[in-house]
């Protein structure tokens, strides 16, 4: 049997909890994660698979940056520029085939510059059969094992080509593993500008609307095309709290620019961390079948913390769920059951809980003190004969 133990009025008292205003984005997807709980604060046509524009070329950065860890590239090492690579015309960092560029410029071209021509010569280097097709081909691969469920490449860069997709909340996935994957290659993307060997003056600066701002702004990546729209895999940190966004399908980049700067507005004024209990602090209690004690505390191995909204107080529903009576002999420390927080328009949290003691299996007395009490038990609930 499941028991449901509601808590104790004091706790609630301290979970008060505050509605925030639920954002109306104009993009035609969005996702909003706040990384530091793990928190979806908004989902608007996350799942849909779209043209991702030149924000697939996170995949291809992050595929390059496992190559780097894995010593199969470094940052020194010189690749060559095919005619295929030279031929991309949009954003880049003006190639050709005379060229063999380190790395290192490669990866800034990509973050900074947007280049597609740097991105093909990495795909070709790294690909499977050296070409482009068969590196977006990789690409799809490794992102399902990512999680990445929408995601699928046709070549290395987001140049528009059917077939072509990404859903948001793979978007947001692919920028959460490199954010934690790569923390050494993470600080390319807050990089404002880059003059590759003066190619390029009017392509180097960062495309990225929130670098400049002072907001704790500091990746990730545009992108457009006009089948796309205008779009941004954003991230910002203030404080120990970091939010990633993903928002495609903007009609301009003065859209997305406002519409990425309210979201970092909102995210961190809208909700703040909370800890709603503390480590070892029972918050309810279970009862134990057949132990030397009848119940066990159940407490937080840690503090837990959540992200509450911080506007127009409603009280928290929350409460204590564990399979009962818990059969001994317990051990402390040992999972019994789990604190449910419904925080009013952000998804339900689930926050382990652990005995406080251990309670042994109680004796031959014990036993049967409970078999009496419970056939006890079973002869009051058993009818009368009223024949």
Same mark, same amino acid.
């Given at each position: %049997?499941?028991?449901?133990?509601r ?6 008292v ?12 104009k ?7 706040d990384i ?8 608007k046509?996350?799942?849909e ?8 070329k996170?995949m ?7 190559a780097?860890?894995?010593?199969r590239?470094t ?10 690579? %030279?031929?991309y ?10 060229d ?10 990509i973050?900074v510059l947007s280049?597609n021509d740097a ?10 059969d ?13 992102a399902q094992?990512?999680? %990445?469920e929408?995601?699928?490449?046709m ?9 072509? !997709? ?5 978007l ?5 593993h490199?954010i934690?994957?790569f923390?050494e290659?993470y600080p390319?993307f ?13 392509n180097v600066?960062n495309?990225?609307?929130? !670098?400049?701002?002072?907001?704790g ?7 457009h095309?006009?089948e796309a ?9 203030q404080g120990?709290r ?7 399908g903007l009609?301009?980049e ?6 990425a700067a309210?979201?970092?507005?909102w995210?961190f004024?809208q ?8 480590a070892g602090?029972?918050?309810?209690q279970?009862?134990v079948?057949m ?5 066990v505390g ?5 503090d837990?913390?959540? !992200? ?6 409603n009280?928290l529903?929350a409460e204590v769920?564990y ?12 999972e ?7 925080p ?5 949290v ?6 406080d003691?251990?309670?042994?299996a109680g004796?031959?007395g014990?036993?049967?003190k409970?078999?009496?009490t419970?056939?006890l ?8 004969d009223?024949?």
């Amino acid at each position: %049997m499941t028991l449901f133990r509601r808590l104790a009025a004091v706790l609630l008292v301290v979970l008060t909890a505050h509605q925030a205003a639920a954002f109306e984005t104009k993009a035609r997807a969005a996702y909003i994660v706040d990384i530091t709980t793990g928190t979806v604060l908004l989902e608007k046509n996350a799942r849909e698979a779209l043209p991702p524009a030149s924000m697939s070329k996170l995949m291809t950065l992050y595929v390059a940056f496992e190559a780097l860890r894995e010593g199969r590239l470094t940052l020194d090492e010189r690749l060559p520029v095919s005619e295929h690579a %030279m031929s991309y015309g949009g954003s880049t960092m003006f190639l050709n085939t005379q060229d063999k560029v380190r790395v290192e410029d490669l990866l800034r071209g990509i973050i900074v510059l947007s280049g597609n021509d740097a991105c093909a010569v990495i795909a070709e280097a790294l690909s499977p059969d050296g070409t482009e097709p068969g590196f977006a081909r990789y690409m799809t691969k490794r992102a399902q094992a990512l999680g %990445m469920e929408n995601s699928t490449f046709m070549n290395s860069n987001g140049w528009p080509q059917a077939g072509h !997709l990404m859903s948001v909340r793979d978007l947001g996935i692919l920028a959460q593993h490199i954010i934690n994957d790569f923390p050494e290659f993470y600080p390319l993307f807050g990089e404002t500008s880059y003059d590759f060997d003066g190619r390029a003056p009017a392509n180097v600066n960062n495309r990225n609307p929130l !670098l400049r701002l002072n907001i704790g702004a500091d990746g990730l990546k545009t992108g457009h095309t006009t089948e796309a729209g205008y779009g941004l895999v954003g991230s910002a940190k203030q404080g120990d709290r970091r939010v990633l966004f993903v928002i495609t399908g903007l009609d301009s980049e003065n859209a997305r620019a406002e519409e990425a700067a309210a979201i970092v507005n909102w995210s961190f004024r809208q909700f703040a961390e909370r800890t709603v209990a503390h480590a070892g602090q029972p918050v309810a209690q279970a009862d134990v079948w057949m132990g030397r004690e009848q119940s066990v505390g159940l407490v937080p191995k840690e503090d837990l913390k959540i !992200l509450l909204p911080t506007l127009t107080a409603n009280k928290l529903d929350a409460e204590v769920v564990y399979r009962g009576p818990v059969e001994a002999p317990v051990t402390q420390g040992q999972e019994l059951g789990a604190l449910v927080i419904r925080p009013e328009g952000l998804p339900e949290v689930r926050l382990p809980l652990v005995a406080d003691r251990s309670v042994p299996a109680g004796g031959f007395g014990v036993r049967l003190k409970t078999a009496v009490t419970l056939l006890l038990n079973r002869v009051a609930a058993t009818p009368a004969d009223q024949s």
